[in-house]
């Protein structure tokens, strides 16, 4: 600044001159009920979000998912189901439009359609509206969704026996019976019983364990040939030699064990 000149000056482009603070939007011009997003609506999703899960752990340790053996592709009479969330599809893909020559129709297009429609859902309501009966695109495909997975869930469900499919298919662990696989009689038993009474005898869902039977060599001779119970008659397949190295083979497994 020089003498009798004045006072110059220096203006910076990057700093605006009307600078204002940050006021947050007044609420009460969107119609419906409105809050603010931080806190208020944030929190309230937190809260609904950990009673839920609270509620969800306390179900599974209350009700735990029973646990099945290990696969076996020789079991013709296991009835194999996906997960309870996909139940719905499971049931879809029964129905005769949506399987057969259908089964594109069913396992693609149909949920393609639907999921997609879920998904466009807020691009297609555009309102401000929050109130559901004002919101009728959304809410309509929401109930509908919901219906739509709730009564087929409900349907694939009601037609399984729960308790007894997790009774006939508990885990078997690691046995600890020792099969002499060098017994006459284990050649014969590999060929009539195995593939129902399982490698270490161990049974199956449509046979019982011949582990701890008391019965006899004499007994299982006539088993073998006349049947017991849901047994039916003939089973063993070869000579009286045989069915006598087989009964005495099982007989020796119980007693060793």
């Known amino acids: 600044m020089k003498r ?12 605006t001159a ?10 009460s011009e969107y119609p419906g009920r409105t809050e603010p997003f931080w806190p208020n609506f944030l929190l309230k999703e937190w809260l609904v979000g950990a009673v839920f899960l609270v509620g969800f752990l306390c179900l599974t340790v209350a009700h735990p998912a029973p646990l099945e053996k290990i696969a076996d592709p020789t079991d013709t009479a296991y009835l194999p189901l996906p997960d309870w969330y996909f139940l719905f ?21 149909i949920p393609g359609l639907a999921f997609g429609a879920l998904f466009l859902a807020p691009f297609l ?19 509908l969704s919901f219906i739509a997975v709730f009564w087929l869930t409900y349907e694939a469900a009601s037609h399984v ?15 600890e019976v020792e099969i002499d696989t060098s ?10 019983c195995l593939q129902c009474h399982g ?25 073998a040939v006349n049947g017991i119970n849901s047994m039916p008659a003939d089973q ?12 005495e083979f099982i007989v020796t497994v119980n007693e060793e064990n």
């Open 183 to 192: 017994h006459p009689g284990y050649a014969a038993y590999e060929n009539s």
């Open 236 to 247: 063993f397949q070869g000579t009286e030699e045989e069915l006598q190295q087989l009964a």
């Open 199 to 223: 490698g270490e005898l161990e049974g199956g869902p449509a046979a019982p364990t011949l582990i701890g039977v008391e019965y006899t060599a004499e007994e299982i001779m006539d088993i």
């Open 18 to 27: 009307d600078k204002q603070k940050f006021i947050p939007k007044d609420y």
């Open 125 to 143: 309501d555009k309102g401000k509206e929050r109130r559901p009966h004002k919101r009728p695109i959304a809410t309509s495909l929401m109930l």
């Open 4 to 15: 009798g000149k004045g006072m110059k000056f220096v203006g910076d482009s990057r700093v």
């Open 161 to 175: 026996n729960w308790e007894e499919k997790a009774a006939n298919n508990k885990p078997e662990w690691p046995s």
């Open 89 to 109: 599809l499971y049931q879809l893909l029964k129905y005769k439009f949506a399987s057969g020559s259908f089964f594109v129709l069913g396992a693609i297009v």
